[in-house]
């Protein structure tokens, strides 16, 4: 059984970085064919692709969030990172991981989930 975990702060002020962990058990994040992604849906709107992480190491973002993203991984610990700079109150949303078994752009193409974590940035 696949599970994955989200963990970080709650409240971000604006200007800083937001930091989130995501736990992944039941699954290898170098296993063979395995993506692993950051997700965000902003309050009243849809989900928003933010980048991911593949099994060798590759990263590839939303063009739109590139420059302010960082995605990484601890093998030893099984963690996926996600580090967001410059945060706004535009950047307030509930964060995701996810995994798919393909590269992928579309969040639909991503099969297990976290169950997401709320992030607000506000002063």
């Known amino acids: 059984q696949v599970e994955l975990r989200e963990s970080g702060p709650g409240l971000v002020k604006p200007s800083q970085t937001l930091s989130l962990a995501c736990t992944v058990s039941?699954?290898?994040?170098?296993?063979?064919?395995?993506?692993w992604a950051w997700i965000r849906q902003p309050p009243g709107k849809g989900l928003e692709w933010i980048g991911t992480?593949?099994?060798?190491?590759?990263?590839y973002y939303n063009p739109s969030l590139k420059i302010r993203t960082s995605i990484s991984t601890d093998t030893s610990k099984n963690v996926i990172s996600l580090h967001l700079n410059s945060v706004t109150p535009e950047d307030t949303a509930v964060y995701f991981c996810?995994?798919?078994?393909?590269?992928?752009?579309?969040?639909?193409?991503?099969?297990?989930w976290g169950q997401g974590t709320q992030v607000t940035v506000s002063a």
């Open positions: 992480i593949g099994y060798s190491g590759a990263t």
């Open positions: 039941g699954d290898s994040l170098t296993a063979n064919r395995n993506y």
């Open positions: 996810a995994r798919a078994t393909q590269r992928a752009t579309q969040v639909d193409e991503y099969d297990y």
